[in-house]
C-alpha cells in the first residue's frame, strides 16, 4: 500500500513543473531568462550598484567620457550616465509590465464575458474588439499621449504611457480567450458547474479562465517585449516617459543631437542595447514557453 | 462573391465613423491654442474670437464634428496651420515619399522572406533554419529607432557611404536619372531598417505556412507518386503555403506606413509620418486629424483586402453569402 503511494508520488508531475522540465531542455529560452534576470536585478538594486544617486550633478564633471569614476561618461549636467540607466531600466521594465496587465485584465475581462456569454454580448464586444484593432498604434498613441500628457506634470507621463499601451494592446488577447472559452463552455466540467448551480462570475474567473492560463502567460511575455518596445518609441520621439525621469528610450533620444550622436556614443549605444536584450530575452522567455505549455509541440 | 466583397465594404462604414468620432474628439481634447500661432501676437481679445468664430471653434462640439465630417468627405480637409497650405496639398505633396520608400521595402521584404521562409520549413531544423529564426527574432526585438541610428553612425559617420539623412543632397538640382540615383542613395539605410523588421514576421510566417502544408497527407501523395522534390515543394506546397501570405500582404500596408512614422524623423524623410509628428508637437488639428484618418483607413483597408485576397485564393473558405 505504502508503495504504491511512493510510485504515484514519483509519477505525478504537476503542470508547473511540467512546463519547467519542458521549458528547461531549451537553451535559448534559458539564456533569455538569464539575460532578462540580470537586467531585472540591476535595475532593481541599482542603488547599491552605484554610489551615485539619479539626482547628483557633479558641475565640475559635465560631458565626460567613460572613466573609472563614470563607466559610461556623464551628460551635459554631470549626472552618471550608469546611473541612469539603471534607473532608466526600472521605469522601461515597470512600464511595460504594467501596461501588460492593463492589457490582459481587459483582454480577459473582455474576452471571457464575450466568449461565455455569446449572442448579442459576444457580438458587440467582438465589434467593438475589432474597433480598438483597427486604430493604427503608433499615430493613435503619439497623438493621445500628446492630448493628455500636454498638461500633466512630467513624473505623470510614465503612467499614462502605461495607460495608453495597455488600453490600446488588449483585443489580440481578447479574440485569443473567446476563442478558447467558445469550445471549453461546451465541455462536460461546465456542465457539471453548471448542474452545481454556481454562478456565472465563478463559472467564468474560476473554472474557464484558468483553463486559458496557458495563452495568457504566453501573450503575456510577448505582449511585455511589445510594451517595452513601444514605450522606448514613444520616449524616444519625446511623447512618452520625459526627462528627467530616465528610460532607455528617452536615453536614446541623446543621439538626436548631431554631435553627440558622432562623438559620444556611449550615451546612446548603452540605452539602445539595454532595450535590445530586454526585448529579445523576453520574446526568447516567451517563444520557450509556448512550447513548454503547448502540449502538441513536444516532439 | 461580389456580395461578400460588397458585404464587407458596407461593414466598413460605420466602424469607420465610429473611428472618426473617437478621432475627433481626442484631437479636439488637444490642449494648446493653434490660433495663437496664426495670429499676431499683440492681437486683441475681438480679434481673436473673430479668428476662433471663422474658423468656427466657438461652436460646440458635435456641430464642429458634423461640420468637419461634412468638409471631409468632399475631400476638403482644411487648411494646415503649421504649413499655410490646405491639408490635401500638405499630405499629397509628401505621401508619394512616403509611398517610394514603402514600396521598396514591400517588393524586398517579399522577394527576400519567401525563399528563406521555404527553405528553412523544407529543412527544418537545420543550420539554416535556426539561423534564420534568429535573426526574425532579431528583426522582432531590434527597436527600429536604434537600428537606425546605429546604421547611421556606422556608415554614414564613420564609414561615410550614405548620406546622413534627408532624401536628396541639400540644394540638390539633379534631374532624371542622376536624380534616382541620388534618392536611392539617400534610401539605402532606411530600407535596410524597415526592410529587416519586416522580414522578421513575413519569414515566421512563411515557414509555418510551409510546414503546415508540408506536413499534409496530399503532400505525402505526391511524394509517393515518385513526383521530384522539386514539383512537390514549389508546385503542390507553396501554392498553398501562399495562401496566409496574402492575409499578411494586407497587414504589411498600414504597418510599414505606421512603422515609417519613427524612421522617417530619425532619417529626416520628407514623407507622411515626419508631417504627422511635426504636426502633432505644432497642434496642428486639421492636418493631425486627416492624417489619422489617413492611417486608420489604411488599416482598415488592409484588414479588408487581407480577408477578400483570403476569401479569393482559397477556395476552402466558404464565405458568407447570405
Given at each position: 500500500?505504502?508503495?504504491?503511494?511512493?510510485?504515484?508520488?514519483?509519477?505525478?508531475?504537476?503542470?508547473?513543473?511540467?512546463?519547467?522540465?519542458?521549458?528547461?531542455?531549451?537553451?535559448?529560452?534559458?539564456?533569455?531568462?538569464?539575460?532578462?534576470?540580470?537586467?531585472?536585478?540591476?535595475?532593481?538594486?541599482?542603488?547599491?550598484?552605484?554610489?551615485?544617486?539619479?539626482?547628483?550633478?557633479?558641475?565640475?564633471?559635465?560631458?565626460?567620457?567613460?572613466?573609472?569614476?563614470?563607466?559610461?561618461?556623464?551628460?551635459?549636467?554631470?549626472?552618471?550616465?550608469?546611473?541612469?540607466?539603471?534607473?532608466?531600466?526600472?521605469?522601461?521594465?515597470?512600464?511595460?509590465?504594467?501596461?501588460?496587465?492593463?492589457?490582459?485584465?481587459?483582454?480577459?475581462?473582455?474576452?471571457?464575458?464575450?466568449?461565455?456569454?455569446?449572442?448579442?454580448?459576444?457580438?458587440?464586444?467582438?465589434?467593438?474588439?475589432?474597433?480598438?484593432?483597427?486604430?493604427?498604434?503608433?499615430?493613435?498613441?503619439?497623438?493621445?499621449?500628446?492630448?493628455?500628457?500636454?498638461?500633466?506634470?512630467?513624473?505623470?507621463?510614465?503612467?499614462?504611457?502605461?495607460?495608453?499601451?495597455?488600453?490600446?494592446?488588449?483585443?489580440?488577447?481578447?479574440?485569443?480567450?473567446?476563442?478558447?472559452?467558445?469550445?471549453?463552455?461546451?465541455?462536460?466540467?461546465?456542465?457539471?458547474?453548471?448542474?452545481?448551480?454556481?454562478?456565472?462570475?465563478?463559472?467564468?474567473?474560476?473554472?474557464?479562465?484558468?483553463?486559458?492560463?496557458?495563452?495568457?502567460?504566453?501573450?503575456?511575455?510577448?505582449?511585455?517585449?511589445?510594451?517595452?518596445?513601444?514605450?522606448?518609441?514613444?520616449?524616444?520621439?519625446?511623447?512618452?516617459?520625459?526627462?528627467?525621469?530616465?528610460?532607455?528610450?528617452?536615453?536614446?533620444?541623446?543621439?538626436?543631437?548631431?554631435?553627440?550622436?558622432?562623438?559620444?556614443?556611449?550615451?546612446?549605444?548603452?540605452?539602445?542595447?539595454?532595450?535590445?536584450?530586454?526585448?529579445?530575452?523576453?520574446?526568447?522567455?516567451?517563444?520557450?514557453?509556448?512550447?513548454?505549455?503547448?502540449?502538441?509541440?513536444?516532439? | 462573391?461580389?456580395?461578400?466583397?460588397?458585404?464587407?465594404?458596407?461593414?466598413?462604414?460605420?466602424?469607420?465613423?465610429?473611428?472618426?468620432?473617437?478621432?475627433?474628439?481626442?484631437?479636439?481634447?488637444?490642449?494648446?491654442?493653434?490660433?495663437?500661432?496664426?495670429?499676431?501676437?499683440?492681437?486683441?481679445?475681438?480679434?481673436?474670437?473673430?479668428?476662433?468664430?471663422?474658423?468656427?471653434?466657438?461652436?460646440p462640439i458635435h456641430i464642429q464634428y458634423i461640420e468637419w465630417m461634412k468638409r471631409s468627405?468632399?475631400?476638403?480637409?482644411?487648411?494646415?496651420?503649421?504649413?499655410?497650405?490646405?491639408?490635401?496639398?500638405?499630405?499629397?505633396?509628401?505621401?508619394?515619399?512616403?509611398?517610394?520608400?514603402?514600396?521598396?521595402?514591400?517588393?524586398?521584404?517579399?522577394?527576400?522572406?519567401?525563399?528563406?521562409?521555404?527553405?528553412?520549413?523544407?529543412?527544418?531544423?537545420?543550420?539554416?533554419?535556426?539561423?534564420?529564426?534568429?535573426?526574425?527574432?532579431?528583426?522582432?526585438?531590434?527597436?527600429?529607432?536604434?537600428?537606425?541610428?546605429?546604421?547611421?553612425?556606422?556608415?554614414?559617420?564613420?564609414?561615410?557611404?550614405?548620406?546622413?539623412?534627408?532624401?536628396?543632397?541639400?540644394?540638390?538640382?539633379?534631374?532624371?536619372?542622376?536624380?534616382?540615383?541620388?534618392?536611392?542613395?539617400?534610401?539605402?539605410?532606411?530600407?535596410?531598417?524597415?526592410?529587416?523588421?519586416?522580414?522578421?514576421?513575413?519569414?515566421?510566417?512563411?515557414?509555418?505556412?510551409?510546414?503546415?502544408?508540408?506536413?499534409?497527407?496530399?503532400?505525402?501523395?505526391?511524394?509517393?507518386?515518385?513526383?521530384?522534390?522539386?514539383?512537390?515543394?514549389?508546385?503542390?506546397?507553396?501554392?498553398?503555403?501562399?495562401?496566409?501570405?496574402?492575409?499578411?500582404?494586407?497587414?504589411?500596408?498600414?504597418?510599414?506606413?505606421?512603422?515609417?512614422?519613427?524612421?522617417?524623423?530619425?532619417?529626416?524623410?520628407?514623407?507622411?509620418?515626419?508631417?504627422?509628428?511635426?504636426?502633432?508637437?505644432?497642434?496642428?488639428?486639421?492636418?493631425?486629424?486627416?492624417?489619422?484618418?489617413?492611417?486608420?483607413?489604411?488599416?482598415?483597408?488592409?484588414?479588408?483586402?487581407?480577408?477578400?485576397?483570403?476569401?479569393?485564393?482559397?477556395?476552402?473558405?466558404?464565405?458568407?453569402?447570405?
Open positions: 500500500m505504502q508503495e504504491d503511494q511512493k510510485i504515484n508520488q514519483t509519477q505525478v508531475i504537476g503542470p508547473w513543473k511540467m512546463t519547467w522540465i519542458h521549458f528547461k531542455k531549451k537553451k535559448t529560452a534559458v539564456a533569455g531568462l538569464i539575460i532578462f534576470a540580470i537586467l531585472v536585478l540591476g535595475s532593481t538594486f541599482a542603488p547599491f550598484l552605484t554610489p551615485y544617486s539619479l539626482e547628483t550633478i557633479d558641475k565640475t564633471a559635465r560631458n565626460q567620457p567613460p572613466s573609472w569614476e563614470h563607466w559610461l561618461g556623464t551628460d551635459n549636467l554631470g549626472r552618471d550616465y550608469f546611473t541612469r540607466i539603471l534607473y532608466g531600466g526600472r521605469v522601461s521594465l515597470k512600464v511595460g509590465l504594467f501596461a501588460v496587465i492593463i492589457s490582459i485584465v481587459l483582454g480577459v475581462i473582455i474576452g471571457g464575458i464575450a466568449g461565455y456569454y455569446g449572442g448579442w454580448v459576444d457580438n458587440v464586444l467582438m465589434r467593438f474588439t475589432e474597433i480598438v484593432m483597427s486604430f493604427p498604434f503608433l499615430p493613435l498613441a503619439i497623438t493621445i499621449s500628446a492630448v493628455v500628457g500636454a498638461e500633466m506634470p512630467g513624473e505623470y507621463k510614465m503612467y499614462i504611457t502605461m495607460f495608453i499601451i495597455g488600453l490600446l494592446s488588449w483585443p489580440g488577447l481578447a479574440r485569443i480567450i473567446r476563442g478558447q472559452i467558445l469550445s471549453l463552455r461546451e465541455q462536460e466540467f461546465m456542465l457539471a458547474a453548471t448542474a452545481l448551480g454556481l454562478s456565472d462570475r465563478r463559472k467564468i474567473f474560476r473554472h474557464l479562465i484558468p483553463n486559458t492560463l496557458g495563452y495568457v502567460i504566453v501573450y503575456a511575455t510577448l505582449g511585455m517585449a511589445s510594451a517595452i518596445l513601444s514605450e522606448s518609441s514613444l520616449s524616444f520621439l519625446g511623447l512618452g516617459v520625459v526627462p528627467p525621469t530616465p528610460t532607455w528610450g528617452n536615453l536614446v533620444l541623446n543621439a538626436r543631437d548631431t554631435h553627440i550622436l558622432t562623438t559620444r556614443p556611449w550615451l546612446w549605444i548603452p540605452p539602445g542595447l539595454c532595450i535590445f536584450l530586454a526585448v529579445i530575452s523576453i520574446n526568447l522567455i516567451g517563444d520557450g514557453l509556448r512550447d513548454a505549455v503547448d502540449p502538441k509541440s513536444h516532439r | 462573391m461580389i456580395k461578400y466583397i460588397l458585404k464587407r465594404i458596407l461593414h466598413l462604414i460605420p466602424v469607420i465613423f465610429i473611428i472618426s468620432i473617437c478621432i475627433f474628439g481626442i484631437v479636439k481634447l488637444t490642449p494648446g491654442n493653434p490660433i495663437g500661432s496664426n495670429l499676431d501676437p499683440r492681437a486683441t481679445a475681438e480679434e481673436k474670437a473673430a479668428e476662433r468664430a471663422r474658423l468656427g471653434y466657438d461652436k468627405i468632399r475631400g476638403d480637409f482644411g487648411e494646415s496651420y503649421l504649413y499655410k497650405r490646405p491639408v490635401n496639398k500638405v499630405i499629397s505633396e509628401v505621401i508619394w515619399n512616403s509611398f517610394i520608400l514603402n514600396v521598396v521595402v514591400f517588393i524586398l521584404a517579399f522577394l527576400i522572406s519567401i525563399p528563406i521562409g521555404i527553405i528553412s520549413a523544407v529543412k527544418q531544423y537545420s543550420k539554416t533554419d535556426s539561423f534564420w529564426t534568429l535573426f526574425s527574432l532579431f528583426g522582432i526585438s531590434m527597436p527600429s529607432f536604434f537600428f537606425g541610428l546605429l546604421l547611421i553612425f556606422g556608415f554614414s559617420v564613420k564609414l561615410k557611404w550614405f548620406p546622413i539623412n534627408g532624401m536628396i543632397n541639400p540644394g540638390s538640382t539633379t534631374t532624371g536619372f542622376a536624380r534616382v540615383l541620388e534618392v536611392g542613395h539617400h534610401m539605402v539605410l532606411p530600407a535596410i531598417v524597415l526592410t529587416i523588421s519586416s522580414l522578421a514576421s513575413l519569414v515566421r510566417y512563411t515557414r509555418n505556412g510551409m510546414l503546415d502544408v508540408l506536413n499534409q497527407d496530399y503532400i505525402r501523395t505526391a511524394r509517393s507518386k515518385g513526383l521530384s522534390e522539386k514539383v512537390v515543394i514549389y508546385k503542390h506546397a507553396f501554392r498553398n503555403a501562399l495562401i496566409p501570405l496574402v492575409t499578411l500582404l494586407g497587414f504589411q500596408i498600414p504597418g510599414l506606413f505606421s512603422g515609417a512614422v519613427i524612421l522617417e524623423s530619425i532619417f529626416v524623410w520628407p514623407g507622411i509620418g515626419r508631417v504627422m509628428v511635426d504636426a502633432i508637437n505644432q497642434r496642428d488639428y486639421n492636418l493631425m486629424l486627416a492624417l489619422m484618418m489617413f492611417f486608420s483607413i489604411l488599416t482598415l483597408l488592409g484588414n479588408l483586402l487581407a480577408d477578400i485576397g483570403y476569401a479569393l485564393v482559397d477556395p476552402r473558405v466558404k464565405v458568407d453569402e447570405r
